[in-house]
């Protein structure tokens, strides 16, 4: 087949496909210029990660499409039903990117706890004649050891943000839709796993006891938020709301408003409504922490990311033939 990796791909996984006899360009196609650009080539394969979209309209001008490939977890940028009812398969690759959101999650925790992120920005204006001052203001940071966390959606990546947070000794619960009692989670100690019961708790609950709240779901329905107004006038004051899913789960107009009020303590933000364009109050905002959509880039992640790419194009062909 011809693929287009239009958001790029890792060598590996491009290696992995070139080896099976594929051809891969991945020189980015402005999404405008897409549906030409794939008929005159005669891509049969997409592959896509957060940037380009794929809706009807390009669908119904790519007739020839044979599949549409996720590099991460979520496929809201794919309009998935409709393309599954022309015939073509669409898939994602949710297996490959959960240690390193929960990575960036841990270290967004770490970084509000002990003032890291605006320390940080700091220490270089004011640190050589401010230093005491500075240190006075830093002074005052917590252990996230016996703190709560509430991790909204208990999915893959969830559940890996609960080892790691259990390894630092923090008390877990989870929220779901699956109607479980509690989900088994295993936490690798010096190479040793431990399976840990972690309670699945009804949200209303979850939000009152939390020190810290991190979410890990889809694009809600009408891009409804989860964390709207009347939620987070629920939440413990001072809590951190850590978001690594997607933009408009937390409502920010209604964010803004409570942490400028100290409901919400810190904000910590890897996705955003207006992608790639995110409102410039909300990054500027000073107990805003924000990262640009980096949850699953790391070189580990992109490369797991792209072997599994490569595992599906092959099932596809394998199927197909």
Aim: net charge negative; glycine share 10%; hydrophobic share 45%.
């Amino acid at each position: 087949m011809k693929i287009l990796a239009n958001d790029g791909i890792d060598a590996s996984g491009k290696n992995a496909l070139e080896a099976a006899g594929h051809q891969v360009l991945t020189s980015p196609i402005a999404q405008s210029e897409l549906p030409a650009f794939i008929n005159a080539e005669g891509i049969e394969g997409l592959l896509v990660r957060s940037a380009t979209t794929v809706r009807v309209d390009l669908i119904d001008q790519c007739p020839n499409l044979k599949f549409v490939g996720r590099g991460g977890v979520g496929i809201d940028n794919i309009d998935a039903v409709y393309a599954r009812e022309k015939g073509i398969v669409v898939f994602n690759t949710p297996a490959s990117s959960s240690a390193s959101v929960a990575e960036l999650v841990m270290s967004m925790m770490f970084a509000s706890a002990r003032f890291i992120y605006t320390a940080g920005k700091e220490m270089p204006n004011q640190g050589h004649e401010h230093f005491a001052s500075l240190k006075k203001s830093f002074s005052k940071g917590v252990e996230l050891r016996g703190k709560n966390l509430t991790i909204i959606g208990f999915g893959r990546i969830g559940q890996s943000l609960a080892s790691y947070a259990l390894g630092c000794g923090m008390n877990v619960v989870g929220v779901d839709s699956s109607g479980d009692s509690f989900k088994n989670v295993t936490v690798v100690l010096n190479g040793q796993p431990i399976e840990v019961k972690v309670p699945i708790i009804e949200l209303d609950i979850a939000l009152a006891q939390a020190d810290y709240i991190s979410l890990h779901v889809p694009k809600q329905a009408n891009g409804a938020a989860v964390l709207g107004r009347d939620e987070m006038k629920k939440l413990k004051k001072g809590v951190v709301l850590i978001n690594t899913s997607r933009g408009g789960v937390i409502e920010e107009d209604a964010l803004i408003e409570m942490l400028d009020s100290g409901q919400v303590g810190v904000a910590c933000l890897d996705v955003f409504v207006n992608e790639p364009t995110p409102r410039i109050d909300l990054l500027n905002h000073p107990k805003v922490i924000a990262t640009p959509h980096i949850g699953a880039s790391t070189a580990e992640a992109q490369e797991r990311i792209g072997l599994e790419i490569a595992e599906n194009v092959a099932e596809i062909v394998s199927k197909q033939a």
